[in-house]
């Protein structure tokens, strides 16, 4: 009995990994099923009988077999006899779906063939986002949606336009084509319209040839709704809840139903933790940012201490950790919105781990500030609070940005549709947008760009609204103005290095003109300090004086309402500075600004 008990240990041991797992003898299948009385696993490679390959029961209510005739590529289900009735269950492991409400498919991470590319993640001061969408980002045929392969297609525009990220929006496998991608079926397998597992590789391989990171959004706030195998999946519940992998009492409710996993139960925890480490691991992307953040950590998100969630907490505290140990130039990145430092302090200090967040206060400020009809309403000192502003003493833990996917739906539409409805290309329109996007490329933190932002593009994102890129002929020029600001921010051509920085002095805040104006450095000196001219109102003044850091010539690097951006905008003369002596906003030199409206002007030193 004791040589029988050693002999399947080994035989575990041996076949690790759960779902569905690849070896020389076969495929290993495991799953777990605590309430189940026998379960096992039915596909093409056994006429889906349930009879023929029962699972072993294992330790901790897992069931393992390993089936000699299956093989990379077989259709498959789990048959599970319960006291609660037998159901067919896809593998909550699938890492491969013939869609959401269909079959699990056998997959192989070996079999992929990744190239050394030689990438090195950048250093977060230097990154730039580009937020993307797969299914609408680069659409080839009416009523189709985009896939990875048409992204791939795109991505020597994303090059040249100097972004060095690229936040995909969910890709978990969906019910249905069209998605937004936060409503998870099968959260291991890949969506099969955008091009399953292989289709995700293939992008992250062209992402990294062409030197571009890849952050992959994740959701683990909630699982479904629809399309749920993992709902009730043995069979048990209580009080109508979702089972196993879900809580089953009040801490169940999200305002997606009462879809919450339960986070205090170990098989649970490793489920979401193998979930995120696979993502770097096996696709080999290069963060991961994580939605809605305040409902793992809170019942409903609305601070109240006696809705924490404590496990919700530790289970994120450690998949960071972990991240942060094995993969270090990985960034993960919260969708928290509530502008805490906690949730990017470390662990080690009572705080989340989470690498960065995006920043509710810069984004909201920002838009209001630009969108505002009356140049009077506006308010200066909150745009220079949330300019300086920043989590832990470090500014590179917060995203900034002024559109993404939340802030462009829900009610809301683009910037430049919401300063004219219904006419983007308008004066105002482009202008102010074009401010915004200066806030977002020469602020202190990590700026964020969303898809067709550069184009100009109208209305609100919706799923079903591919990105039209006939726009990218139409406003060249306003493209052109995202990739001179987003080379400045990256620092392309050696003299602006203080915009990768993390410090920032607000020279001038001038509520009545409506003015503000920045110096940004990472040392000092020629080269690195930054001197950032910003006017929120619609005058142009022709000699405002202001205090320059340092005395000497200043080069103009950029002028937003340069003509060559859009042909309404002015060729009014904005030249190179040269300051003058005399104390000026406690500085010790000055100059006399030529300052455009609605206009961002970015200076810095040569010598």
């Known amino acids: 009995m004791e040589n029988l008990q050693t002999e399947e240990t080994e035989t575990i041991q041996r076949f690790e990994g759960m779902g569905a797992t690849c070896y020389p003898e076969g495929v290993y299948y495991r799953v777990w099923a605590p309430h189940a009385e026998s379960v096992s696993v039915v596909g093409t490679f056994n006429d889906w009988d349930d009879q023929k390959n029962p699972l072993e029961k294992e330790e901790n209510g897992m069931w393992g077999a390993l089936v000699a005739n299956s093989k990379e590529g077989d259709e498959y289900k789990f048959a599970l006899k319960t006291p609660y009735g037998d159901f067919m269950r896809n593998d909550p492991y699938a890492l491969k779906m013939t869609n959401s409400s269909g079959n699990c498919i056998v997959y192989n991470h070996a079999s992929f063939d990744w190239k050394e590319t030689g990438f090195q993640m950048p250093g977060w001061h230097e990154l730039v986002v580009y937020e993307l969408h797969v299914g609408t980002f680069n659409v080839k045929e009416k009523d189709q949606v985009g896939t990875f392969y048409t992204a791939i297609e795109k991505i020597p525009y994303l090059k040249d336009m100097g972004f060095n990220a690229v936040e995909l929006m969910p890709c978990s496998e969906f019910p249905g084509s069209r998605s937004w991608g936060y409503n998870p079926a099968n959260p291991f397998a890949i969506e099969s319209d955008y091009g399953g597992p292989d289709g995700l590789k293939a992008f992250v391989q062209a992402a990294h040839e062409a030197g571009l990171s890849v952050i992959l959004d994740v959701v683990y706030n909630h699982f479904g709704p629809s399309d749920l195998d993992l709902w009730q999946f043995d069979g048990w519940q209580e009080n109508d809840g979702g089972g196993i992998y879900f809580y089953n009492d009040w801490r169940s409710e999200t305002p997606w139903g009462n879809t919450r996993p339960d986070y205090g139960r170990g098989e649970v925890r490793q489920y979401i933790h193998d979930n995120a480490m696979m993502w770097l691991k096996e696709y080999r992307v290069n963060g991961l940012r994580m939605d809605m953040v305040p409902y793992i950590r809170n019942v409903k998100a609305d601070g109240n201490p006696g809705n924490d969630i404590q496990e919700g907490i530790s289970l994120i505290q450690w998949i960071n950790k972990d991240i942060r140990e094995s993969c270090p130039n990985c960034i993960t990145i919260a969708e928290d919105m509530h502008s805490l430092d906690f949730i990017t302090n470390s662990p080690e200090n009572g705080g989340m781990g989470y690498g960065s967040q995006w920043d509710a206060e810069f984004v909201h400020t920002v838009r209001d500030a630009i969108i505002t009809a009356n140049d009077q309403d506006r308010n200066m000192f909150s745009v220079a609070e949330t300019i300086a502003d920043r989590f832990n003493t470090d500014s590179f833990q917060r995203i900034i940005y002024t559109e993404s996917h939340d802030e462009v739906a829900n009610g809301q539409a ?40 550069p184009l100009l593009e109208d209305k609100w994102f919706s799923d079903s609204d591919p990105i039209d890129w006939s726009r990218l002929e139409k406003f060249s020029g306003f493209a052109a103005l995202h990739r001179d600001m987003i080379h400045l921010r990256r620092n392309w051509f050696g003299v602006t290095k ?42 142009t003044f022709s000699d405002y004086k202001v205090g320059f850091p340092r005395a000497g010539k200043w080069n103009l690097r950029l002028n937003s309402d340069n003509a060559q951006y859009d042909p309404e905008f002015s060729n009014i003369g904005v030249f190179d500075v040269e300051t003058m002596d005399g104390s000026f906003d406690e500085l010790p030199c000055y100059a006399s600004l030529h300052i455009p409206p609605y206009t961002a002007l970015i200076y810095s030193q040569e010598e």
């Not at 074009?434 to 806030?439: D, H, M, W």
């Not at 110096?519 to 930054?530: F, I, L, N, T, Y």
């Open 498 to 539: 203080g915009l990768q920085g993390q410090n920032v002095q607000l020279i001038r805040v001038d509520n009545d003109k409506k003015i503000i104006v920045m110096h940004r450095w990472d040392q000092g000196g020629p080269k690195d300090s930054v001197v950032v001219v910003l006017n929120f109102s619609i005058e």
């Open 414 to 453: 683009r910037v430049a549709e919401e300063i004219a409805d219904g006419d983007v290309n308008n004066w105002y329109s482009k202008k102010r947008a074009a401010l915004g996007v200066a806030l977002v490329l020469t602020s202190p933190g990590i700026p964020m760009i969303f898809q067709g932002q």
